[in-house]
């Protein structure tokens, strides 16, 4: 989540700066706080009286002190979508049930998780060698078909699920190589552990934790993967650039994920099935590319768009022709 105080250094503002870093330590949120004091970056967000607040992009107060309860109300809006998709994905894990990007029953349109996978890009080579369970059929294209992994390389992999694409990496990497999966759902990360376990890999490390804020060090990565779970973030702005954060220079990325081709209706948009169905949280393909390339990536392009496999997703959407896509996204860190 990114927070910006606009204000000129009036005891007001200056108040409106300690409110919300108590706030967000208090909430012990992700979110980067940014001042801005220069009265025409402030004009440029059309506000005419300081202090104000705005948060991810959007102005939530001007010109007035808000209490620490309103603070925590606009700041809340991101953990709530948070906590549902949390939810959600908690359901599936213990479930184990196959079910395509989303918790919701009505999701897969039929067919199993192998089916899906299958339709999404795996080989049944890829889906006969992985640990049973970990393949819960919830990706929406696959990110090591383009990613040409090398024997020793380091992979992260946001969001890891069941771990599919971790053990899919860590064959590739062999054992002089390392994967680190993050996962914000404690039952998604207990139950990728036990599939680790039950088939011996031990080149894999699942870590529970958001994608805003990577547990992960500096520069230590050679390659990051994911699969379906940029679009599920409401903050992809600190997403991009925690990702930058932790590759190593040189560093590549490649993620599968879904994009808009155009805006989605309002009745979609405000859907929580379909947030967690991975539709109403994507941002339009080149939003998301912008975000990439603000973080520091080079080299960002779309390497593959398809509608193949992610069809159940547009079950929500009366017309869903054109709205959403399957993209496969690259990038580069830049080396020094
Ligand atoms: C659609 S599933 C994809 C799982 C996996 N990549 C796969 O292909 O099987 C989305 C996953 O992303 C995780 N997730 C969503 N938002 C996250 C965040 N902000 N930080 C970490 N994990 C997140 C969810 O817990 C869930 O396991």
């Known amino acids: 989540m990114k927070i910006e105080?606009?204000?000129?250094?009036?005891p007001k503002c200056r108040k409106l700066t300690e409110l919300v870093t108590e706030t967000v330590n208090e909430m012990a949120i992700a979110a980067e706080i940014?001042?801005?004091?220069?009265?025409?970056d402030i004009m440029n967000y059309g506000v005419m009286i300081t202090p104000a607040l705005v948060v991810d992009g959007k102005v939530v107060v001007a010109g007035k002190l808000p209490s620490k309860d309103e603070i925590r109300k606009w700041l809340d809006q991101g953990e709530d979508k948070k906590r549902i998709v949390r939810e959600g994905y908690a359901r599936v894990a213990k479930e184990s049930g196959s079910c395509c990007c989303g918790p919701s029953s009505s999701c897969c349109g039929g067919g199993s998780a192998k089916d899906i996978s299958k339709k999404i890009g795996y080989s049944d080579k890829d889906l006969s060698v992985v640990p049973e369970g970990a393949n819960l059929g919830l990706g929406c294209g696959n990110p090591l078909a383009l990613a040409s992994l090398k024997a020793g390389e380091t992979v992260l992999d946001l969001g890891s699920g069941a771990g599919l694409d971790c053990f899919l990496a860590a064959d590739r990497v062999g054992n002089g190589g390392r994967v680190i999966g993050v996962d914000m759902t404690p039952e998604m990360i207990q139950k990728a552990t036990e599939n680790a376990k039950k088939s011996g890999y031990k080149n894999v490390e699942l870590r529970l934790g958001d994608i805003e804020k990577l547990p992960v060090e500096d520069n230590s990565i050679d390659v990051i993967i994911s699969n379906c779970v940029i679009n599920l973030s409401p903050d992809k702005e600190?997403?991009?650039?925690?990702a930058f954060r932790?590759?190593?220079?040189?560093?590549?990325?490649?993620?599968?994920?879904?994009?808009?081709?155009?805006?989605?209706?309002?009745?979609?948009?405000?859907s929580p099935d379909a947030y967690v169905g991975c539709v109403s949280g994507a941002i339009l393909k080149d939003e998301y590319l912008r975000l990439m390339k603000i973080a520091g990536f080079a080299e960002v392009k779309v390497v593959e768009e398809t509608a193949a496999g992610i069809e159940h997703m547009t079950d929500t959407l009366d017309d869903n022709a054109g709205l959403i896509t399957s993209a496969k996204i690259s990038g580069v860190k830049p080396a020094k």
């Not at 600190?238 to 925690?242: A, G, I, N, P």
Request: net charge positive; with cysteine; aromatic share 2%.
């Open 5 to 10: 105080i606009l204000g000129t250094g009036c």
């Open 34 to 40: 940014v001042k801005v004091d220069r009265i025409n």
């Open 238 to 242: 600190s997403v991009f650039k925690e």
């Open 246 to 270: 932790v590759l190593k220079p040189g560093g590549r990325v490649l993620l599968s994920d879904i994009v808009l081709l155009k805006e989605l209706p309002q009745a979609v948009k405000q």
